[in-house]
Every structure is written in C-alpha cells, then in structure tokens.
C-alpha cells in the first residue's frame, strides 16, 4: 500500500499551482492523516506508543528544554547580557513557562517537523508577547508558488502573520519541515502490528494454547466440554495428567515466534533512533555485538551535542531570536549538558587559574562559593608560605670552585 496518498480537494489544506508530485507527498507527510501499515495507522500521535519514539522524544525534549535561555546584544565586541522579555519567559502566558514551551515545541519539530502557535499578544516593538501552541495534527496550510498563504487550525483560517510557524528537517522549495513520523512510518507501523499481535496472542484467546485429541474416537460437544474440564482442573493443580493410547496432547510452541517478536521490536526501536537522530545507546537500543565506550561522561555528552543535538540548538536560538529586536540575540545555554564530575572539573578549573585564564574568585563563583575572606588568605599563607619574590628572583649563587 502507499504510504502518500494524493487530495486535491478543498479541504485538503493543499493549494499548489504545478505543484510537482514529490512536494504534494511531502506536504501530505507533513499532514499525516495516517499512514496504514499492516494493521496499524501510524500518525504522530499513534506513533508516540513506540517505546523508542517516546524515548528520542523525551530525551530531545527534556535535553533542550532544561537549557537555560539568555538574551544577549553586542557592545564593542563583546557579548553583554541583558533582561529577558515576557516572550523568553512565560511565552504561552502565566501557566505555561518557557521549559514547557521549549519542550512542547520541540516534541513537534522531532516528530512532525512542524510547530505551530497563534500570536495572541504583540508588544510594543510589534514583536510576539505571547504564542499559544496548537495541536500540531489539527494544522494544514495552504501554499502557493511555494509560500504559505494561509494555516487552517480546526476549522478556523488564519493569515500567516498571525500564527507563529517554526520548522527543520527541510527541503529546497518547500516552505515546510519534513515529518521524520511520515518517513519512519514503515518501521513504526512494523512495531505497532507486532506488538498489537503478540497482546491479541497471549491476553485474547486468539490462539489455542494447546490440543487435546483423542485419536481412537470422535467426541460430540458435551464430551469435549467435559474432558476439557477435568483436564484443566487435574493440570492447574500440578497434579499429573494419566492417558492411554487414545490420547494425544500437543502444545503449540510459541517460545520461537516469541523470540522472533522480541529481535523484531528491538530491531525496530534501533532503527527508529535513526529516523529521530537520536544515539541508540542513550535510549537502551544498542544493536547485538556493538560497543560504545568513552573516556568519561562529559566526552559521550559533547558528541551528542556536537553530532546530534547542536543543529537543533542553532535552529531554536535562530528562531527565538527573531522574537527579539535587534541586536538583541538569544542563546540556548548548553555547557547545563556539559557538566563534569568533580575530579575533572577541579582538574580542568586549577589548570584555567594556573594558566591565569580564571581568578581564584571566578572559579570559586562557578562551585557557588564565596570568595576567599581575609582569614582563609591568611591559613593558606600558614600552612602553605609563598616564596620570597626577592629569593625566587635570585637564586642563591653557587661556591666558586678553581684557581684564584
């Protein structure tokens, strides 16, 4: 079955001039009215009963969302931070803060590629004061000669200085982002069908556990229900089961459809971590016979950030800072993710003071520590006495030695 259909009618949301077949897919991925695979409709929401969705979308989301967000504006070179408006604050109103915004966002653009808010407050420099997120499975749009013209959420029409639109995984000509769901619909669908199977098997009755057939005679149905009674009732004891030559029991075996079930699903949640460019291993899908090892936690941390989370963080500090006036810029604080463990950063932090990089107090203010008071100069100065500059300037010389 194909995973796009084509709908060219009015409230498909879709209104190309010579629009070409793949950008009509794509704008139908990014719907997702749902893709059917096996027995399953895979949309982004369906998607989300995938362990290994949920778990990239949780780690993503909960990774950048705890990122502190700074205001920045350059003055003679050097970056100053600066107050913070309401926006990069409490961005969805009073209720709703700016890591529950980040993360909510964030979900979106993971799985649909899309995330989409109504600009319901401006402040005075005509900027958003406040964006009130909308399900992204009930946003369409409307585009033409590949610029959007129109978003339909529900039922209502809304021109697009009014809504609030942010996007990545794009294309050259399309005014969208790609949805990694629509793609990885296959994989996902694969996973749903096995699980939604494996549950009818073994809660619902739908396969036999085992047959009881007597090979001498044919039985009508009170015999069967009675046999069947004593058998379950003499077997769900533990007591033993005594037969002739009539008899014949045969249980079905389901321990290797079980296991191939179980290679299956954990195939599928690998995979599906690629579609989401997320590591296996953060998410406990590491593939059979690989092994990832590292110095220490801080050096596997800087590879996610650098290899699969630092294009994300460019995006959103590109978009957050169009909420802002120039020159006026925001940043996604991300050393949160690159904290060390207390050997290391007592290491890396003596070397900076040694190397005159950090004064003592700037380094204690990173450990949230007052500065050294006046008496701890002076224990130090007993326990540990600083060389003369006079004697370490000149070294007492050596004896002469030779003829006068």
Known sequence: MALFRRDRSPSSGL??????????????????????????????DTAMRNSGVWACLRLRGNVLSTMPVDVYREVLGIDVEVKKPPVLVTPGGEKVGI????????????????TVGLITEKDGLGKPARIDLQPISECTMRIKSGVITEFI??????????????????????????????????????????????TKWFSDGGKP??????????????QTALVKSEFKQT????????????WEYSPLVTQQASMEWLDAKRFGIADVARFFDCPGDLIDAQVSGSTVTYANIVQRNLQFLILHLG????????????LLARPRFARL??????????ETQARVLGLQIDKRILAPSEARAILDLQPFTDSQVAEFDHFWPAKSASSA???TPKPQTGAV
Do not use: C
């Open 15 to 44: 209104n190309y001039r010579d629009a070409s077949t793949l950008a009509e897919h794509l704008a139908l991925a990014d719907r997702m009215r749902g893709s059917t695979v096996g027995s399953q409709i895979v949309t982004t």
């Open 99 to 114: 890591q529950e915004w980040l993360y909510s966002t964030q979900v979106d653009l993971d799985r649909a590629g899309n």
């Open 153 to 198: 959420i529900g039922k209502k029409s809304y021109r697009p200085e009014l809504v609030w639109h942010e996007k990545q995984y794009t294309i050259a000509g399309l005014p969208f982002g790609l949805s990694p769901v629509a793609y990885a619909a296959w994989t996902i669908g694969e996973y749903l069908s096995i699980q939604d199977f494996a």
């Open 209 to 222: 556990s085992a047959i009881l057939k007597n090979s001498k005679r044919v039985l009508d149905t009170g």
């Open 235 to 246: 077997t769900a004891a533990g007591d033993v089961f005594v037969t002739g030559s009539d």
């Open 311 to 322: 294009p994300a963080v460019t995006r959103r500090e590109t978009a957050l800072s169009s």
């Open 333 to 342: 604080n991300t050393k949160a993710l690159l904290r060390m463990d207390p």
């Open 393 to 395: 300037a000149s070294p």
